[in-house]
């Protein structure tokens, strides 16, 4: 449920191709007493993907939404 709230915000905000949510055995996801996901927001071996991450509101809109997904998990948005 955190991948998908978080997913829903970020979708948006970078424009990119929609993969999904997906799940997999990662210890950093599945060893913690807290709910827990990763984000790949873009690629750097990309350099459309490489120059908006360079820019400094794209970072901030991409922090906003996953702040925003993290408020969305917890039922406060």
């Not at 998908?4 to 055995?25: F, K, N, S, Y």
């Not at 993907?49 to 970072?59: I, S, Y």
């Not at 997904?69 to 406060?76: A, D, E, H, K």
Request: charged share 20%; proline share 5%.
């Amino acid at each position: 449920p955190l991948a998908a709230a978080l997913h829903a915000e970020l979708i948006p905000v970078t424009g990119g191709p929609d993969r999904g949510v997906r799940t997999a055995m990662f210890y950093v996801i599945n060893h913690t007493l807290m709910p827990s996901a990763l984000c790949e927001i873009l690629f750097i071996d990309n350099a459309t993907d490489e120059a908006k991450l360079k820019d400094e509101n794209f970072r901030q809109s991409v922090g906003d939404a996953v702040a925003a997904g993290i408020l969305r998990y917890y039922g406060l948005r």
